[in-house]
């Protein structure tokens, strides 16, 4: 994963997609509804190990809204669905930004995981893999502008998983 996002990173310039980045929010709404809707009406596996992924799944699913959930507790007034970071923000490096860069969004793909094996959906982890993949490269157009915005950012970098806490 991380070769591939890096590569694509490299090789163009992300794109703005407007002043505060409205395009990468309308790529991610379209992604989501991709994500779910594949879980309700795509096809299913069966078998005995569908109960197993659906507890798993379930799992999954609640801890990516938990971390979701501690990222905009966090983030208060500063929370924004646009990855220009807003005007007179401060850089939080503490709470769960000191376990990941961006919570939401790793969030974001570990309950398109869990839904994906609770409702028994190769499509939806399909759409779960390109959701990641979309993620990493947000983060990356909105890394860029919290480096320009926030002198510590690069040190936080380093020190800080991208997505996935304790993985990636």
Do not use: C, N
């Amino acid at each position: 994963m991380r070769t591939v996002a890096a590569t694509l990173a490299k090789r163009i310039r992300l794109p703005d997609l407007g002043p505060r980045g409205e395009g990468w929010v309308v790529l991610q709404l379209l992604l989501f509804a991709v994500v779910i809707g594949s879980g309700v009406v795509g096809p299913r596996w069966g078998g005995a190990d569908r109960m197993a992924a659906a507890i798993a799944g379930s799992g999954l699913v609640a801890a990516g809204v938990v971390l979701v959930a501690a990222g905009i507790l966090a983030l208060r007034r500063q929370l924004t669905a646009y990855p220009m970071p807003v005007t007179g923000g401060r850089l939080i490096a503490d709470g769960v930004f000191g376990l990941v860069r961006h919570p939401m969004y790793g969030g974001a793909v570990i309950a398109a995981v869990g839904w994906g094996l609770a409702t028994a959906s190769p499509t939806t982890l399909a759409g779960a893999l390109v959701l990641l993949v979309f993620f990493d490269l947000k983060s990356r157009r909105e890394e860029a502008w919290l480096g320009e915005r926030f002198a510590g950012y690069a040190a936080y970098r380093q020190e800080t998983r991208r997505l996935i806490p304790w993985l990636y």
